[in-house]
């Protein structure tokens, strides 16, 4: 073979060689995953692979007619890019451009630009590569703090991230309203530093268990300190978490001012446990506190002092002066009291006008004695109410643990039935608790029992005791009187069981029992005499007369009796007008003008004044038989008595009124109020309370 053919064989292989190599080159570049557009010096574009076809979204055949890069991917910035790497030939690198016209919407392209040099001339290679994922995530992750920063500083509560010992390293604006500190001042502090003492422990425990990995999430309710002294409550809820960088422990702590609702908890929890009046405690809070004391009293071999304490005349008060009066005084009685006592003791209102109190860690009763004494001094100080001087006074009644009972009930119910011979024996006094007084209380108990019994089985009955004309002898009216004769016992007297009567209400009944069968009995007398008997007199009770019409009802039972109002006169208390001067004023109206008579009984008793007197309209006046007993005796005439019932006399003279003298029980009685004007009486001396039977004969006798 000669030499020319061996030269264009070899110029033939290796052109097949750079053909082959060619096809080579373009199924790896076709192949790349990355896109490649090659465009020449005019902006055409030459060539593209099928992962840049992909990407675009055009067909093959879309490069038949060179079309400009523009047209493919009309971006400002590409274009501009693509002019400076043609003009300078410097790389052109990551520049990102959206394209639009895909069904899923607007993508991203990043590409990066060469300029390169070929037999034709200069081309540009963009080789480029589908961003959209990378870039929404970075977008997604940028939003995400973009959030998370606002929210961080923006939160309705306070947010602080710390390290595992407790130091602040980033705390939002709220964290710094609750506290008061500015946020540079809480970077330089630890979580302790504005934690309230009492709230430490049990904080600095709840780190330790996030720190150890005990808990992963933990809350609770603690009390911060805020720089200008204040406390203030607030709900922390804290979490554990791990930096992505450094791995270190970092502690999330989420702070909610709960001090409103804590306020309103107290308020409620107050209000449960206090008086609304006067602040103290109730009956509520008063039984945990005295089982406290006699709990802490039996480990320590101590003793507790209980006081019932219960105001006296307290309804006179409330009555004459009014119920805003009435309240200020009880206020003015709970300051008295809690000013008397030690922080440990425990004084409650239990109730209206009565409070109890707890003495806590007595050695013996002499020391309840002092506080009591004490306690009386403080009550009895005068008080101004609404323009009057009053000077309240209490009856206490002591009960001490484990004397008088091992436990609440039965240390209050002692000090109970105390409190109630205090009252008895006078008030403004103390008595201790004694074993007799269970059988009195048990007495009442029998007597109230029996009391019920005897109106349903109708064992009272009336007796009756004669009003005479001291000058002729003569009969003038007859006071009904009850008694009660249970079944198969002894006739009770009236002082045995009235008070009674009084304090649980049943003189209720037991009054509109007496005033009827008092009328039906006046009209048995009227047919006797055939013509009007002398004047029936019935007492009425307080708690009756303050009964809701009461006048309706004498209206009623007069007309069922077919009895004259003229023949019936009711007698009231002095202290029942004091009570509540405008009410009995119009009650009292209403049975006059009816044509009832009206008595003041046991008038010079209850303090009431003439100016007072006068409004009532009344017809009689009746001289308390307290006074009357000492007028006159062996000893000869006492001076003040004397000059009491000379007075009334005289005021019933100068009102036009009737006086009725009660209890004359001898001569001398009868001689002195006689002569100083005094003609109609009642007493022993002349007859004592005898049955309707005795005084139909007395009647008929007197008629003949």
């Known amino acids: ?58 067909p093959d055949d879309a490069l038949a007619g060179l079309p400009s890069l523009e047209s493919l991917i009309p971006a400002v910035e590409l274009g501009e890019r693509v002019t400076a790497a043609l003009e300078t030939g410097a790389p052109q690198d990551a520049v990102v451009v959206p394209v639009d016209g895909h069904a899923d919407g607007v993508r991203w392209f990043e590409f990066n630009i060469r300029r390169t040099s070929q037999s034709g001339g200069v081309q540009l290679l963009l080789i480029g590569q589908d961003v959209t994922f990378r870039r929404q ?30 130091r602040f390293l980033r705390v939002n604006r709220k964290l710094s309203q609750i506290v008061g500190f500015s946020e540079i001042e809480l970077l330089q502090r630890f979580f302790h530093q504005v934690t309230h003492p009492d709230e430490l422990d049990e904080d600095k425990a709840l780190m330790r268990r996030l720190v150890a990995g005990e808990t992963r999430d933990a809350r609770r309710e603690s009390r911060y300190l805020c720089k200008d002294g204040r406390t203030v409550w607030v709900a922390l809820s804290a979490s554990t978490m791990r930096e992505a960088a450094s791995g270190q422990l970092r502690l999330i702590v989420a702070v909610q001012d709960i001090s409103r609702r804590k306020e309103a908890e107290e308020a409620l ?87 109890v109190v707890v003495l806590a860690d007595l050695a013996s009763s002499d020391d309840a004695a002092l506080v009591a004494g004490k306690l009386l001094e403080s009550l009895f100080e005068p008080l101004s109410l609404v323009g009057h001087e009053v000077f309240p006074s209490g009856s206490i009644g002591i009960a001490m643990y484990p004397g008088d009972g091992r436990d609440s009930e039965a240390l209050l119910k002692a000090a109970d ?21 269970a059988a009195e209380a048990q007495a009442h108990l029998r007597i109230e029992h029996g009391l019920q019994r005897g109106l349903l089985r109708g064992e009272f009955v009336l007796h009756y005791q004669p009003q005479v004309d001291a000058v002729s002898g003569r009969i003038v009216g007859v006071e009904a009187l009850v008694r009660w004769q249970p079944e ?17 209400g049943l003189i209720v009944p037991i009054g509109e029992w007496v005033l009827g069968e008092a009328l039906r009995q006046q009209a048995r007398f009227a047919a006797l005499l055939g013509g009007a008997p002398p004047r ?83 017809h009689c006046l009746k001289i308390d038989r307290s006074f009357v007993s000492d007028i006159a005796d062996g000893a000869g005439i006492d001076g003040d008595d004397a000059a009491i019932v000379k007075a009334v006399i005289a005021l019933a003279q100068s009102m036009k009124l009737e006086v009725i003298a009660e209890g004359v029980e001898s001569a001398a009685q009868l001689d002195f109020l006689g002569a100083h004007g005094c003609k109609r009486m009642q007493g022993f001396y002349f007859s004592r309370p005898v049955t309707a039977e005795a005084v139909e004969e007395l009647l008929k006798a007197q008629h003949c």
């Open 137 to 166: 995530a970075r977008q997604r992750l940028q939003e995400s703090e973009e959030f998370f920063r606002l929210t961080f500083s923006q939160a309705a509560i306070g947010i602080a991230l710390l390290s595992r010992e407790g």
């Open 488 to 504: 198969g016992g002894a006739m009770v007297p009236p002082n045995d069981f009235i008070p009674l009567a009084e304090e649980t």
């Open 1 to 58: 073979m000669s030499g020319s053919d061996n030269s264009a064989d070899a110029i033939a292989s290796r052109k097949r060689f750079l053909e082959l190599g060619k096809n080579d080159m373009l199924q790896v570049i076709d192949g790349m995953p990355a896109g490649l557009l090659v465009v020449d010096e005019q902006r055409r574009v030459r060539a593209i692979n099928s992962t840049m076809s992909a990407m675009l979204g055009i």
């Open 417 to 437: 039935s105390a409190m109630y011979r205090a009252k008895a024996s006078g008030g403004k006094r103390y008595d201790f608790y004694a074993d007799e007084m």
């Open 269 to 355: 929890l107050r209000m449960a446990t206090h008086d609304t009046l006067t602040g103290l405690p109730n009956r509520l809070l008063l039984q945990d506190r005295l089982a406290q004391a006699i709990a802490h009293a039996q480990r320590a071999r101590r003793q507790v002092g209980v006081m019932f304490i219960d105001l006296d005349r307290f309804k006179h008060v409330n009555d004459s002066l009014g119920h805003e009066a009435g309240d200020q005084l009880i206020v003015e009685i709970a300051r008295r009291l809690s000013a008397v006592l030690r922080e440990s003791d425990t004084v409650a209102r239990q109730g209206g006008d009565e409070f």
């Open 536 to 618: 029936m007199s019935v007492n009425m009770s307080a708690r009756q007369f303050r009964e809701q019409d009461v006048a309706g009802k004498v209206e009623r039972l007069l007309q069922e009796t077919g009895c004259e109002p003229s023949w019936l006169t009711l007698e009231i208390t002095e202290s029942v007008l004091m009570e509540n001067p405008s009410a009995a004023a119009a009650t009292m109206a209403r049975l006059s003008s009816m044509g009832v008579h009206l008595a003041v009984d046991d008038f010079g008793t209850g303090y009431s004044s003439l100016a007072n007197l006068k409004r009532f309209p009344i």
